[in-house]
Nanobody, 122 residues
Framework: VQLQESGGGSVQSGGSLKLSCAASGDTRCMAWFRQAPGKGLELVAAINGDGLTTSYADSVKGRFTGSRDNAKNTLYLQINSLKAEDTAMYYC???????????????????WGQGTQVTVSS
């Protein structure tokens, strides 16, 4: 599986961005992670292969919306009401098993993109 993110950029606080992740191959469960400077990897949103189950980090609920278009083999992340603390490198991950109650962890994913930077200025 190969993944290519796009859509990052520099925006002001309160702004919006839409990230995309174009995939090739068997993607199964996909997710967006982010890593801020000096911090660990954080799961932002996870979406099962059927697109019916989506989970979010508490810090982004109500502001971020994950979706996928399986016909295009593309994962999306709509980010609204951006805050300075959303500044991070955002990574797309794929090819994890279907999850039920427990959201996946980074080691569940077999494929990762190179990342796209999101910078929010106040």
């Amino acid at each position: 599986v190969q993944l290519q993110e796009s859509g990052g950029g520099s925006v002001q606080s309160g702004g919006s961005l839409k990230l995309s992740c174009a995939a090739s191959g068997d993607t199964r469960c996909m997710a967006w992670f982010r890593q801020a400077p000096g911090k660990g990897l954080e799961l932002v949103a996870a979406i099962n292969g059927d697109g019916l189950t989506t989970s979010y980090a508490d810090s982004v609920k109500g502001r971020f919306t994950g979706s996928r278009d399986n016909a295009k083999n593309t994962l999306y992340l709509q980010i609204n009401s951006l805050k300075a603390e959303d500044t991070a490198m955002y990574y797309c991950a794929a090819n994890a098993p279907y999850y039920y109650e427990t959201t996946p962890i980074p080691t569940d994913f077999r494929a990762w993109g190179q990342g796209t930077q999101v910078t929010v200025s106040s």
